[in-house]
Every structure is written in structure tokens, then in C-alpha cells.
């Protein structure tokens, strides 16, 4: 996603702290808190807020890091008014895989996927 300015960029990478702020003060949903705050983290350690690398990262936020980031792309958004489809979207993923993205959660991913596609061309 590009930016208009740093401001923008600045603004819009405090939304995973923000989440966290206000969930945490939910009993119910306290336990759920870290991983709003850990769904921006990459894989590689290039992510935010805390720069988390690998193994570090909640596995229930690099799961919801892969599904949210899904979720963007095969969605219109005020930067992309035409989506991508299902299967641009798991290539996407997949050339991620590694880097943004927790290899194994992506193949997990996308075996659920390609499985909810009938005739998909979705390759492994």
C-alpha cells in the first residue's frame, strides 16, 4: 500500500496499538489484546509496532496476519477500487511467504483455500 505522506503512514500504523488499547480494557476479550497487537508484525522482523521476528510473533496473529492480509487484497479499498481475485491474492501470498509472512500459516492457508475453490487453478 502507498502512502500520501509520512504523516498518513505514521497515523495508520498506530491502529494495531489503538485496538490493543481498547481491548484490553474488555475482560472477555483481554486475553485477545496481544494479538491485535502483533497482527503487523512480518515474519522477517520488518513489521510493526515492536519489530517482532519469526517465532516471536503470536502464532494467532500471523494466522490473522495472512487472513487480514487476504481479506485487503480480494476486497475494494479506498487505494484499490478493483480487487484482486481469489487466486492473485494466494499468489501474492505465497511470493510473501517467508518474508511478510509465516511460511507454514501461508500453506495452511491456501491448502483451505484452493480446498473452497471448485475448479480453482490455485497451484501449491
Excluded at 501474492?92 to 500459516?105: H, R
Aim: aromatic share 8%; net charge negative; glycine share 6%.
Amino acid at each position: 500500500m502507498k502512502y500520501n505522506n509520512a504523516d498518513e503512514m505514521q497515523q495508520i500504523c498506530k491502529h494495531p496499538e489503538l485496538g490493543y488499547s481498547i481491548v484490553v480494557k474488555v475482560p472477555f476479550l483481554k486475553e485477545c489484546a496481544e494479538i491485535l497487537l502483533q497482527h503487523h508484525e512480518r515474519y522477517d522482523g520488518s513489521g510493526y509496532p515492536k519489530g517482532l521476528i519469526g517465532t516471536d510473533i503470536m502464532l494467532e496473529a500471523r494466522i490473522i496476519a495472512v487472513a487480514d492480509a487476504f481479506d485487503a487484497m480480494t476486497s475494494v479499498r479506498p487505494y484499490r477500487n478493483i480487487p484482486l481475485t481469489k487466486s492473485e491474492a494466494v499468489e501474492q501470498l505465497l511470493i510473501n511467504s517467508g518474508t511478510q509472512f509465516d511460511a507454514n500459516t501461508v500453506e495452511c492457508f491456501v491448502k483451505m483455500v484452493a480446498s473452497h475453490l471448485t475448479g480453482s487453478s490455485i497451484r501449491m
